[in-house]
């Protein structure tokens, strides 16, 4: 499947990046303002890319995850055809009826699991056949239950199944085009969790904040795992259960239970007609995380609402599949990231990707706390900052001091050290 594309990317590199504002050339020095602010677009541009990159695996999960297997399909379509005008068929051929129907509506009729992302950024016409395909469901479902007996009317419903593969095909692939031109997972607000809830008495809603970020601490390396085969199905089933128990600390069940709706698709993986249960796990899994972060996000109004003190979202923010806690991270990273670009917006192409790679280690490192991953950061944003200036204008010794500091961080076999010893030199040639 091709890679999905932000808006704007599609007529060449620059485009993407019109949503930034250029600075405007002076008449004094014009011509190198231009080309330095195109150059900082293309950053910019590269930034983007990285972005892009970081959820092509979700992305495509989310469209695997409807494709139907198409050997089962055609015998749930054979199973209507031995007996013309007569519904005998034999428990295996039933199986294969009510599976291939329960697909339908999981995958694509159902608004409140996959086909909600989908359908808000699909075509009109998916709208139309998912509406047609949901009425055909609807009368083999009345064949399969016993409760139309008519032979004339077991003919016409014959018919309309003979025609349901191809539009289950039409609509599988309409949303799957949909969901690659979608960026992250997208719950369908009804299902979100409540606004407005209290805790149980006696439940302490700090430490009910650490379990449910420890919980999604552990999610968002699962969902790569899980589109890789790396996890088991099991897996991302005890998770599921382990979240949903801690949401048992609420005293209105549904939000546990909401939790248990978004996460439904894990409910059929044994479904024969699901060609990729790994890839639905992974989408239910994206969904899961989804719903704990805006738990998460709204623990503060919760532990006040049950009348205890005032708590921290403790927010995470995940970078290259590693994820970090506090909110300051998103605007540290954002700064240092400005002022790399800035720093290959100079022609110093080989220097911004040796910053871009130490702050990446920086983030992924397992074997930091968070104020040395802070300072470390900060340190990053240092040298960016005087990688812009003439050489002449740097400070040799304050160099020194940060390029070991960050050195001496680096612990044996962690990514912060193979980081520096790839790109040390780069980093060293800064000081005058």
Not at 377 to 386: G, I
Not at 396 to 413: D, E, K
């Amino acid at each position: 499947m091709s890679s999905p594309e932000t808006p704007g990317s599609e007529r060449g590199g620059r485009a993407g990046c019109r949503r930034f504002r250029r600075p405007r050339a002076r008449r004094a020095g014009g011509r190198i303002r231009r080309v330095a602010s195109e150059s900082l677009c293309d950053a910019w541009t590269e930034i983007e890319r990285s972005i892009r990159d970081r959820v092509r695996s979700g992305l495509e999960a989310q469209a695997e995850s409807i494709r139907v297997s198409v050997p089962h399909m055609e015998a749930a379509v054979r199973s209507f055809r031995e007996v013309p005008g007569s519904w005998n068929p034999g428990p295996e051929q039933r199986g294969y009826v009510a599976q291939f129907l329960e697909w339908c509506r999981v995958n694509l009729i159902r608004p409140h699991h996959f086909a909600s992302p989908f359908m808000r950024s699909a075509p009109a016409a998916s709208d139309r056949d998912a509406m047609l395909l949901e009425q055909g469901v609807q009368a083999m479902e009345q064949v399969l239950s016993g409760h139309e007996r008519d032979p004339a009317k077991v003919v016409h419903y014959q018919q309309r199944l003979s025609d349901l593969p191809q539009l289950m095909h039409l609509v599988s692939r309409e949303y799957a085009a949909a969901a690659a031109r979608d960026i992250g997972w997208d719950l369908d607000p009804a299902l979100g969790p409540l606004r407005h809830a209290v805790l149980r008495e006696g439940v302490s809603a700090r430490v009910l904040a650490e379990d449910l970020r420890a919980l999604d601490e552990r999610a968002r390396p699962l969902g790569n795992r899980l589109w890789t085969r790396a996890a088991g199905l099991a897996e991302a089933k005890a998770w599921r259960t382990d979240a949903w128990e801690q949401l048992q600390h609420f005293g209105d069940r549904e939000m546990g239970e909401r939790f248990l709706e978004s996460t439904g698709p894990l409910d059929h993986l044994d479904n024969r007609f699901i060609d990729n249960p790994y890839a639905v796990a992974c989408v239910a899994v994206g969904f899961g995380t989804e719903f704990l972060g805006k738990v998460i996000q709204g623990m503060p109004d919760y532990a006040a609402a049950s009348g205890q003190p005032e708590i921290s979202t403790g927010t995470t923010f995940n970078f290259n599949n590693s994820t970090v806690n506090g909110g300051q991270f998103a605007q540290t990273i954002h700064n240092t990231d400005t002022v790399i670009a800035a720093v290959a917006a100079s022609g110093q192409a080989q220097t911004a990707q040796a910053l871009k790679a130490v702050e990446e280690a920086v983030l992924a490192d397992a074997h930091l706390d968070e104020a040395t991953r802070t300072e470390l950061l900060d340190n990053v944003t240092y040298l960016s900052e005087e990688a812009v200036k003439d050489p002449s204008e740097r400070r040799a010794g304050v160099l020194r001091t940060i390029i070991g500091g960050i050195q001496a961080a680096a612990a044996s076999g962690s990514a912060l050290q193979q980081a520096m010893t790839t790109w040390g030199g780069v980093l060293g040639a800064l000081v005058p």
